[in-house]
Structure formats: C-alpha cells, structure tokens
C-alpha cells in the first residue's frame, strides 16, 4: 500500500462509501461497519462520525483517541454487513472475517490490508460525544492499495440494501470555485 | 410529491448523496450544494451537516434555524455543479437553474420540485457552529416523488467527479441486529 498524504481524506470519504472502523485496546483489536460520518473540513483534515456507547468500539476509541477508517469495495459487501451485525464483545472479528491487520505509521489500531485505504485517525474534538456520540477526528496518515483493481465502493441505504459505484459523471471542468480541490489520489 | 414520515431521513441521506439546501430570509430564497452531511441518529432524525460562514445560506440558516435538504438525481448534475460554484450573493440561483420552489410543509425554506425528495429541517443543536459550521439539524417533514423514474442519486469524489448510483446489492436477510430499519421509502 503505498502512503499518501492526510489532507486528501475528502477525496476518499465524502461520497459517501460504507466504512469499516477498527480500534486495538489493551491488547484486543476490533472492527466495526460505519455508515454515519461526513468530512467537516479540507484543512486541517477533519472528520465527523458517530460512535457511541452501543457500539462495543466506542470504549477503546475514548481509551487510546486512536481509530483507523478503512474503505472496503463491492468485493466486501457480505463481511462489510456480516462485521456489522456481530459485537466484538462476543467476537474476534478479524479472525472470523479472515481480514489481515497491518500495523499503521501513526497510530496504534491496525490497518485492514484487504481494503482500498486506510486513514489513520486521531480525536480532534469530544465535545458532542456525550449527546450523540458524534467525534471529530483529524487523519494524520492514508494508505491506498495502488494496484487494486475493485475500487468500486459501497454506498448504505440504510436498510441492508447497497448501491455500488456506477458511471463516473466528470464535471471538473465546471468547479470554477473549487479548483483547487482537485487533486489526484 | 408525497409525504412520508420524517423519521425515514437516514434511508435517503445514509449513502452519501450529493444534496441541494435551500433557505428562506428577508423575502429571498437561496439554494446552495452540499456534500459534508451525515446521519446523526435514527430516533430523532438528526442529521449533522455543513454550513458555515463562507456560505451565503450560512446567515438565512442562523436567522430562521430552517432549512430544506433536496435530493437531486443525475439528471441534475450538471446543474448540481453549477449551483456550488456561484454565489446567492450575486445570483438569484432559483431562477437562474430554472429550479421550481413550492411551499414546505413546516418550514419557511421552498421544496425544489426538481428533486427526487425533499427535507424539511429545523436547526437542533448549534454547539459546534461556532467552530466548524457544524449543524445538528432534525427532519420535520419529507416529499417524495414516487411518480420520478429517474431515481439514481449522485456521490461527490470531491474534485468534481462522481459516481451515480450502480448496482443494488440486496443484503436485507444479512441484517440480523438491525432489521427494525427495514423501512419502505
């Protein structure tokens, strides 16, 4: 996987794709699947998310401020909603979904090496944790898989049922405004 | 254009649309384009978006604490760009992208009959404007049109590309511990 840089965590992120999540806590690594969550901000690198007391994760990410978002592709689509309807509580995830942990650049939960990218993530603010579970995190590190061919993500809607990626629309020309958004991964 | 429940948001927000917002001040109405939103929680229907100062809806939101999230679908793409990349400072944006307003049902902001649904939202928590533009908005009311063929909705790469909606993957019996979201649209 090849590492580049945290600011472009938008380009991966703001479509939409379902994620996966994962934690490593004393001595224990869990993943979870992640439908709510939005980019909040192009600099610094911040993202938005909801992980709250429900969610067996939620204890190692207040612990160590430490997760890492992984994007899985259409390939993954049955661990993606298997990963989502079992609690690590009951669990070794990583061991029944056969998914390889890596270990990251910058923080302690692992990388899922069967995955498209990888950002690594630090709590940035808490502050509506408590009302909604809702973190913001800041990415200090990505890894993208360069010669994956699938690269086609998952979009949730809500219900069990995903839309995968389709024809890509290419209005680059047109963002007068936001030119300087458009980076290649 | 059909009402349905408002507690239905996450099944049309969840996989990361591109979105129109619409705002209503001072006799004006303005509509701008999003991609920085999420849902927040099922029960209340809150959703975590956004919209900040360097918006021109920023002030009508802060003034009415209303607005509308319009779903566009593909065949509005081009006209999706278009709107994120002038200002409502300058432009009467309504009338320029020929877009039709009718009236909400519960707020002041218009409903864009152009879009495959729309969401009435009123502002819920605003702990996180100040710092990021981040609202906590509920869903008060929805249209839907069922009478719409054109349903694929469109997901912002951040560079001005995007991928419509492709292929439906139906994992409905895989979603043992969430099965109450299960909702017809």
């Not at 703001?14 to 869990?30: D, K, M, W, Y």
């Amino acid at each position: 996987m090849d590492s580049i840089d945290p600011s472009k965590a938008y380009r991966l992120l703001e479509a939409g794709p379902i994620v996966l999540v994962t934690t490593s806590h004393e001595g224990r690594s869990n993943v979870m699947t992640m439908g709510f969550h939005m980019v909040v901000s192009h600099d610094p690198p911040r993202i938005g998310c909801v992980i709250g007391p429900w969610d067996h994760s939620y204890k190692a990410l207040r612990a160590t401020g430490e997760c890492v978002i992984a994007v899985p592709t259409v390939d993954l689509a049955g661990k993606v909603v298997d990963i989502g309807n079992c609690s690590g509580d009951e669990v070794d995830k990583f061991a029944r979904f056969k998914l390889s942990p890596r270990p990251a650049q910058k923080v302690s939960a692992p990388l899922i090496a069967e995955c498209l990218a990888n950002i690594e993530c630090r709590v940035a603010d808490d502050a509506l944790v408590a009302r909604y579970g809702l973190f913001i995190l800041e990415a200090v590190a990505i890894s993208y898989d360069r010669d994956r061919k699938e690269r086609r993500t998952l979009h949730h809607n809500g219900d069990g049922t995903f839309c995968a990626d389709g024809r890509l629309i290419d209005l680059r020309e047109r963002m007068t405004l936001w030119k300087q958004f458009q980076v290649d991964l």
